[in-house]
């Protein structure tokens, strides 16, 4: 699994694990039933520490988008195609959302512009997912 990080970021290493997962999920190329490396193997493919790696699965466990357990490992739970979202999950994502854009805004962005990046996001998505199925 190919999983590009920024050591310098100001984003912790797990939470971009947690993010690029998400992404990959999101685009088609991770799918419910797939595996991922387990976090001793992630940790040495990266270059840090096991733990680290916990950490974001354990996150994407939270969330339902990751089963995990002894005999088969880290296992990707469900995918754009699984059905829709749990109850109660788009109002968490909206209070996310809106932290999110909250930012945006404080920072100088325009509504519009922000509103055509997140399209064209959301867009990219759905072509990605699409061009895998």
């Not at 694990?17 to 685009?27: Q, S, T």
């Amino acid at each position: 699994m190919l999983l590009t990080l920024d050591l310098d970021s100001e984003v912790p290493i797990y939470q971009q694990i947690r993010d690029r997962i998400v992404e990959a999920i999101a685009d088609g190329a991770l799918t419910e039933g797939d595996t991922l490396p387990s976090t001793r193997q992630l940790g040495t493919d990266l270059g840090i520490n096991f733990h680290t790696v916990n950490k974001a699965y354990d996150l994407l466990r939270a969330q339902g988008l990751l089963r995990i357990n002894r005999k088969s490992g880290a296992v990707i739970r469900r995918d754009a195609r699984s059905g829709p979202a749990e109850p109660g999950y788009a109002d968490e994502w909206q209070e996310r959302l809106r932290t999110l854009l909250a930012e945006a805004v404080a920072l100088g962005l325009d509504a519009d512009e922000a509103s055509g990046r997140c399209g064209a996001v959301l867009a990219a998505f759905g072509a990605k997912a699409n061009a895998t199925s």
